[in-house]
C-alpha cells in the first residue's frame, strides 16, 4: 500500500500568514492527489483535485503543487475560517489512503 | 446537489454484526461510484470500501476484507456497509461519500454524508 506522510502535524499561525502543508507519498501517484479540509464534527470537504485544480467554490487563496512523491499545499493569507485539518490522499490505485492530517491552530 | 444520509450506527459488542445504510437524495445515484469512508473519534480518515455504479467493481481495505461486504441497491437509492466479526478498532463514525473524480484505477469524493457513528464495546 502507499503511505502518505504529511508534515506537521500540528501548525500555529495568525490570521494573514502564508502556510505551506506538505505529504510525501511513499510510491510515484504521479498528480493523483487530493487536498481535504475538515471542521471538528463535520464531515471533509474536498479542496483540490488532480494535485493542483481547485474544487468549484474554493476560493483562490488555496493552491496545490507537486507530482510524482512531493507535494504541498499552500494558503496564501490565512483567514479565520482557514483554522481546521487537512488530509492529502492519493487515488492512483486501490487501497486510497489519507495522510495523517495537519492541523491547522492559532497561533 | 445530491445528498447522502446515512444510518444504521450504534453500539455493538465485539464479534457483532451492523449494517450500514446511505440514502442518496437522487435517483441519479444509480450512476455514481461510491465510497465508505471512516473515522476513529480523535483520529484521521481511513478509506474503507468503494463499489461502482452498477455493484460490479468492489475493493476494500485490507483492515476489513473478509469481515465488511459493500453492496446498493440503485432502486432503492441506497449504498449499504454490511460489517461482521466487529472489533474495538472498528470503531468510528463512518461516511458514505460520492466519487467525483477519477484517475481511472480509483477516485476520490466529493460529496459526503453527515456519518452514522458506530461503537464496538462489551
Known amino acids: 500500500d502507499i503511505q502518505m506522510t504529511q508534515s506537521p502535524s500540528t501548525l500555529s499561525a495568525s490570521v494573514g500568514d502564508r502556510v505551506i502543508i506538505t505529504c510525501r507519498a511513499s510510491?510515484?501517484?504521479?498528480?493523483?492527489l487530493a487536498w481535504y479540509q475538515q471542521k471538528p464534527g463535520k464531515a471533509p470537504k474536498v479542496l483540490i483535485q488532480?494535485?493542483?485544480v481547485l474544487e468549484g467554490g474554493v476560493p483562490s487563496r488555496y493552491s496545490g503543487s507537486g507530482s510524482g512523491t512531493e507535494f504541498t499545499l499552500t494558503i496564501s493569507s490565512l483567514q479565520p475560517d482557514d483554522f481546521a485539518t487537512y488530509y492529502c490522499q492519493h487515488y492512483v490505485r486501490y487501497p486510497i489512503t489519507f495522510g495523517r492530517g495537519t492541523r491547522l491552530e492559532i497561533k | 446537489e445530491v445528498q447522502l444520509l446515512e444510518s444504521g450506527g450504534g453500539l455493538v459488542q465485539p464479534g457483532g454484526s451492523l449494517r450500514l445504510s446511505c440514502v442518496a437524495s437522487e435517483s441519479t445515484f444509480s450512476n455514481y461510484v461510491m465510497h465508505w469512508v471512516r473515522q476513529a473519534p480523535g483520529k484521521g480518515l481511513e478509506w474503507v470500501s468503494v463499489v461502482n455504479a452498477i455493484g460490479a467493481g468492489i475493493s476494500y481495505a485490507d483492515s476489513v476484507k473478509g469481515r465488511f461486504t459493500i453492496s446498493r441497491d440503485n432502486s432503492k437509492n441506497t449504498l449499504y456497509l454490511q460489517m461482521n466479526s466487529l472489533r474495538g478498532e472498528d470503531t468510528a463514525t463512518y461516511f458514505c461519500?460520492?466519487?467525483?473524480?477519477?484517475?481511472?484505477?480509483?477516485?476520490?469524493?466529493?460529496?459526503w454524508g453527515e456519518g452514522t457513528l458506530v461503537t464496538v464495546s462489551s
Open positions: 461519500a460520492k466519487e467525483g473524480f477519477s484517475s481511472g484505477r480509483a477516485g476520490g469524493v466529493h460529496i
Open positions: 510510491q510515484n501517484i504521479d498528480n493523483w
Open positions: 488532480k494535485a493542483s
